[in-house]
Nanobody, 124 residues
Framework: QVQLVESGGGLVQAGDSLRLSCAAS????????MGWFRQAPGKEREFVAA????????YYSDSVKGRFTISRDNAKNTVYLQMNSLKPEDTAVYYC?????????????????WGQGTQVTVSS
């Protein structure tokens, strides 16, 4: 089990950047696949990005590919989501998730641990 705490959300204008952070507890963080998901009002939760336990194994949704970058610092037990060229449609609550596995996972139902979420609002 791992506890996750997201931070870094806020209100920005279209075209701005934000970096979300997700701090994880526990000593086996490097063994977890980490993912970012988001949920906009009235919509289902959707996959954003994921990074596998090994550095360099990443996957992105088409809607954020080229604009968002997921990374992890295993020494700090933290995963990041750098969001550039933000659009109003990126407005959502962003959630960090973790699963004790090697592979990159994009299905939210397979993640075992979730943070409380952080709000990102992009104004036009």
């Amino acid at each position: 089990q791992v506890q996750l705490v997201e931070s870094g959300g806020g209100l920005v204008q279209a075209g701005d950047s934000l970096r979300l952070s997700c701090a994880a507890s526990g000593r086996t963080f490097s063994a977890y696949t980490m993912g970012w998901f988001r949920q906009a009002p009235g919509k289902e939760r959707e996959f954003v990005a994921a990074v596998g336990w090994s550095v360099g194994s990443t996957y992105y949704s088409d809607s954020v590919k080229g604009r968002f970058t997921i990374s992890r610092d295993n020494a700090k037990n933290t995963v990041y989501l750098q969001m550039n060229s933000l659009k109003p449609e990126d407005t959502a609550v962003y959630y960090c998730a973790a699963k004790y596995t090697r592979g990159v996972i994009i299905n939210d139902a397979q993640y075992e641990n979730w943070g409380q979420g952080t709000q990102v609002t992009v104004s036009s």
